[in-house]
């Protein structure tokens, strides 16, 4: 079965940090970029940040950046996301995702993505 799983997701207070996983099965993992995306309720899905298949290159929103990092294990077909300083504001529900290019550096546009993960909600409190 070809899927995407994200976990890690919860409910943390404002400052704290969380890490998210995103373990690939059943599809090519290591040969493609990944990325993390999010939605809250009522807002479109909104670009986090995106890893190269290698590695080697990361990009982040400038919403997150300094606060999240994305990283990823390709022995493991997994991809991370490690959130700092987190807040109220980073309310939403997390996706990662495989970019569509193989060996490419990844996007920032939800388009370029073909697999994508059923989602962790993270709740940040004040």
């Known amino acids: 079965q070809e899927q995407l799983v994200e976990s890690g997701g919860g409910l943390v207070q404002a400052g704290e940090s969380l890490r998210l996983s995103c373990v690939a099965s059943g599809i090519s993992f290591s040969s493609y970029a990944m990325g993390w995306f999010r939605q809250a309720p009522g807002k479109e899905r909104e670009f986090i940040a995106a890893?190269?298949?290698?590695?080697?290159?990361?990009f982040y929103a400038d919403s997150v950046k300094g606060r999240f990092t994305i990283s990823r294990d390709n022995a493991n077909n997994t991809v991370y996301l490690q959130m700092n300083s987190l807040k109220p504001e980073d309310t939403a529900v997390y996706y990662c995702?495989?970019?569509?290019?193989?060996?490419?550096?990844?996007?920032?546009?939800?388009?370029?993505?073909?697999?994508w993960g059923q989602g962790t909600q993270v709740t940040v409190s004040s």
């Open positions: 890893i190269s298949w290698r590695g080697d290159t990361t």
């Open positions: 995702s495989r970019h569509r290019a193989k060996y490419g550096l990844g996007s920032s546009r939800d388009t370029e993505y073909t697999y």
